[in-house]
Each structure stands twice: as structure tokens, then as C-alpha cells.
């Protein structure tokens, strides 16, 4: 499960990514979101990130 103290480490994930879904993903992590809300974030991130740099990359970064 996705905690908030988990947000630092999914916008530092998001460095580099040039697709315009980041910065969406960013302002939304910004405003601390809870419980499934985050969940959800956490798992947009993940797929963002496989899209913009691979899954083995995607998965290093969110480590």
C-alpha cells in the first residue's frame, strides 16, 4: 500500500519525464493525496513511467 510518505520518492520518479502527464501527476502529488486517491496516482506513475523509459527502468525508479 502507497503511504504519503511514499509522495517524495513518485515525484522524484517523474524527473526527466517530458511527457505532458507528468506535470498532471506532479500538481496532484503536490497536494498529498490519501488512501485510494494515492493509490491510483501511484499507479498512473507506473505506467507513465514504462511508457516514457521501459518497465525495468519504470520499476529502478520507483524503488
Do not use: N
Not at 13 to 22: K, T
Not at 37 to 54: D, K
Amino acid at each position: 500500500m502507497t503511504t504519503a510518505s511514499d509522495i517524495p520518492k513518485l515525484i522524484a520518479a517523474l524527473e526527466g519525464c517530458l511527457h505532458p502527464r507528468a506535470q498532471r501527476l506532479r500538481a496532484c502529488l503536490e497536494r498529498e493525496p490519501q488512501g485510494a486517491e494515492l493509490e491510483r496516482v501511484r499507479i498512473e506513475v507506473l505506467g507513465l513511467l514504462t511508457l516514457s523509459f521501459g518497465r525495468r527502468e519504470a520499476l529502478r525508479r520507483l524503488e
